[in-house]
């Protein structure tokens, strides 16, 4: 499922749809369509240029960006790398072969480094003097260069046979696993191998062959997965430590924990400190089916033993301290995620966003260590803000737009920020914030790219509204509201409820090149996206109900929303459809049995259907513990956990009456498959109009591009064809 955890590693993998693997030999170039109406189209989406990541030089006079196209017609993608001056000007193309480029970042305000081939490469920053610098025979998954130019981290991956044993070697065309415990498979792959940092020397010669693995013989992961990258690790700023993040758990362990640690590896002696535990620190035993809700957030224990996800370590400028991002209670991987401040001197951790009820997603520091001024990203009533905070725990929100930053970093010696920006309306662009703490309203956001300016002006845009609506237990809940483009309020239009995923991520300003408001607007329906309860950025009380009730008050809000919607008088009531995505997948399959005849049709994408199936079909066991309390089959259930079985979607298929589409993708091990096929199985056996559009080649999301358009065209025929 879609997870909090993720937001920092994903903002821009996700908005962009995903990277597709590296593509060699392809170039891909900026697209030139032509649409024949002003209508966003399947083929106009993935004609988009997408910004996937972003680096200033020192000086900030200069910023090297990487943009990912698509063709459609070749079924594959094109990274490459561009160069500009601060304020925008001076575009210039760096990539002119067919490879990918990938990863840039500045070794000094003249020299760019990045990836090519699975190796580490360096060209001065107008596109000359290409060199190799690592001979790795492509191995090379990430780096990150210590401040001082002299050592280098890289990110590989080397084989492990944890879980899964090594065949015999007179058996080489094998093709069977023989599992020996759990976590065999993550994400969308079998973990046959894993990442390691590993750090080398660097000098005049290039990147030295001599690493050192920072883990050596340790069966550990680091970057994490399934979504780790360098933004995982740091050089300290006397380039002589390293803090990496990892969860050092393996088998049963691993599958039914959060616990992520923030380690110091000292590069000339190779020991390793843990900043997240006491020295002598002991696990407790834990009974894998148990859920483990009775930690308690706050208490002095969790103050210097830290059991939950710790990730993103970032040293201050001044290098004394720190920070990170930490979460609160091991097993709960949608925990109020925190600003956590280490003291390299002292030894103490810090809370520093105490009084923001809500999540940090991205954080950096400013160049005044003194006051501890941190820039960080976080949700709140639907949408992703600047803020900025001291020592006193004192925030400041720097923007309030109806829009969603997705990640930041500081430029021009901590003046001045570098931020991507997207929202219902606009894919991702980056900007220069010129912050104003003591002034907030005087904060200065401008924009520099405009990446897909030449098709964004071929279309009408869609028009956002909010909507406060009142919920049955007497609260209000945001929902965002969608029209479409070229709105007249006196027609009737077709009505789209959507139920987000998470189930406790936000229904902020995304962009999404599958779930995309624009075109669904555009397609001639109205959307009613709320911020029902389990969403964060309306405090934790709200965040939390939803856990170990997924099919009480959440439903409800759901209800409400749509409700409130049909008294618009633009609303056709007559025409509603249903649509989600994994938690949103399940709350569909749910609601088909309970809607009460609001509805005329139903799409459900990589859902849940059948509750008890999916306890042990998941492999991150630590979210099924947390969500549903307790393992099936044990006889002294909790009273949520006898809830959220009894409850669970394929329970109620025999109040099924109305048509559904379900989605899914084979190599989806978070949902697996079979329960979408499943739900359509038991669909049609009802005599229910289904439709299973299954893709053998994909995970929990579409990544390729003609199995988006694919998606794309079925998704509004459906549509179409009941509510039209």
């Known amino acids: 499922m879609k997870r909090v955890i993720a937001l920092l590693t994903l903002s821009l993998f996700l908005l962009s749809g995903g990277q597709l693997k590296a593509e060699e030999n ?148 094998a093709t069977g696993r023989l599992v020996t415990d759990l976590m065999y498979r993550h994400w969308d792959h079998y973990v046959e191998s894993i990442q390691h940092p590993f ?22 992961e680091c970057p994490m997965e399934p979504f780790g990258g360098i933004e995982q690790l740091d050089w300290s700023k006397d380039s002589k430590s390293i803090a990496y993040t990892c969860r050092k758990k393996t088998g049963v362990a ?31 035993a834990v009974e894998p089916t148990k859920t483990l809700k009775t930690q308690s957030v706050n208490s002095e224990e969790n103050l210097q033993n830290l059991p939950g996800y710790d990730q993103n370590p970032k040293f201050s400028p001044d290098g004394r301290y720190v920070a990170w991002l930490s979460m609160s209670r091991d097993g709960y991987e949608s925990d109020r995620q925190r600003l956590c401040c280490y003291d390299l001197a002292t030894g103490e951790h810090k809370f520093l966003t105490e009084s923001f009820d809500s999540h940090v997603d991205d954080f950096c520091w400013s160049d005044n260590t003194k006051d501890a001024q941190i820039y960080f990203i976080g949700v709140w009533h639907g949408t992703e803000n600047l803020y900025s905070i001291n020592w006193k725990g004192e925030v400041k929100q720097l923007t309030d737009t109806w829009t969603d930053f997705g990640s930041i970093q500081m430029m021009n010696n901590g003046k001045q920020l570098l931020a991507e920006r997207h929202s219902y309306t606009a894919p991702a662009d980056l900007y220069v914030v010129t912050p104003n703490s003591k002034k907030p309203e005087k904060t200065v956001v401008a924009q520099i790219t405009e990446e897909n300016k030449q098709i964004l002006d071929q279309l009408d845009k869609p028009t956002v509204q909010q909507r406060w609506v009142k919920t049955t237990d007497g609260q209000q809940m945001l929902t965002w509201i969608v029209l479409p483009p070229n709105f007249d309020e006196t027609k009737k239009y077709p009505t789209l409820l959507f139920c987000e995923g998470g189930p406790q991520s936000p229904v902020s300003q995304f962009w999404s090149y599958r779930w995309n408001f624009f075109i669904m607007a555009s397609q001639g329906y109205i959307i009613v996206a709320p911020n029902r309860r389990g969403l964060p950025g309306f405090g934790q009380e709200w965040l939390e109900e939803i856990s170990g009730d997924w099919t009480g008050q959440c439903m409800k809000d759901y209800m409400s929303a749509i409700d409130d919607a049909t008294t618009l008088p633009y609303v056709d009531k007559d025409h509603l459809g249903c649509v989600g995505a994994s938690f949103g ?111 053998p ?23 179409d064809r009941w509510l039209k």
């Not at 691993?254 to 696990?283: F, G």
Request: charged share 25%; proline share 4%.
């Open 26 to 173: 392809v170039r891909i170039g900026k697209q030139t369509i032509k649409l024949n109406d002003r209508r966003m189209t399947p083929e106009a989406l993935w004609a988009m240029g997408r910004i996937s990541g972003y680096s200033a030089s020192p000086d900030g006079r200069h910023i090297v960006y990487q943009v990912g196209y698509y063709s459609v017609k070749a079924n594959k993608s094109h990274h490459v790398l561009y160069i500009m001056n601060a304020d925008g000007t001076g575009k210039q193309l760096l990539t002119k072969g067919d490879k990918n480029e990938t990863d840039a970042a500045w070794l000094d305000n003249e020299t760019i480094a990045f990836l090519t081939g699975g190796d580490v490469w360096s060209m001065k920053f107008d596109g000359s003097n290409r060199r190799q610098l690592s001979q790795t025979k492509g191995n090379v998954e990430g780096f990150k260069f210590s401040p001082d130019g002299k050592k280098v981290i890289l990110l590989k991956s080397i084989p492990f046979h944890g879980s899964i044993q090594e065949n015999p070697s007179d058996l080489p065309k």
């Open 585 to 695: 997948g399940f709350s569909v399959y749910y609601l088909a049995g309970h809607h009460e005849g609001r509805f005329k049709c139903f799409i459900a994408h990589d859902g849940a259907f059948n509750l008890e199936a999916m306890y042990t079909e998941t492999e991150e066991n630590w979210f099924s513990n947390w969500e549903y309390d307790d393992a099936y089959w044990n006889k002294d259930l909790t009273a949520n956990a006898r809830k959220t079985y009894e409850n669970s979607p394929h329970r109620f298929v025999d109040k099924w009456d109305t048509p559904i589409l379900c989605i899914h993708g084979e190599k989806d091990y978070r949902i697996n498959a079979t329960q979408g096929m499943s739900a359509f199985n038991a669909a049609r056996m009802r005599g229910i109009e289904a439709q299973l559009l299954i893709f």
């Open 697 to 719: 080649d994909e995970n929990h999301w579409v990544l390729k591009p003609q199995n988006g358009v694919l998606w794309q065209r079925t998704y509004f025929n459906w549509l």
């Open 199 to 220: 750090v080398t020397d660097v000098d005049e010669n290039g990147i030295g062959n001599d690493a050192v693995d920072i883990l050596q013989g340790e069966p550990y």
């Open 254 to 284: 691993y599958s039914i924990s959060t616990d992520s640690d923030i380690y110091l590896y000292n590069v000339e002696t190779r020991e390793t400190k843990n900043l997240c535990k006491p020295a002598n620190y002991k696990a407790p």
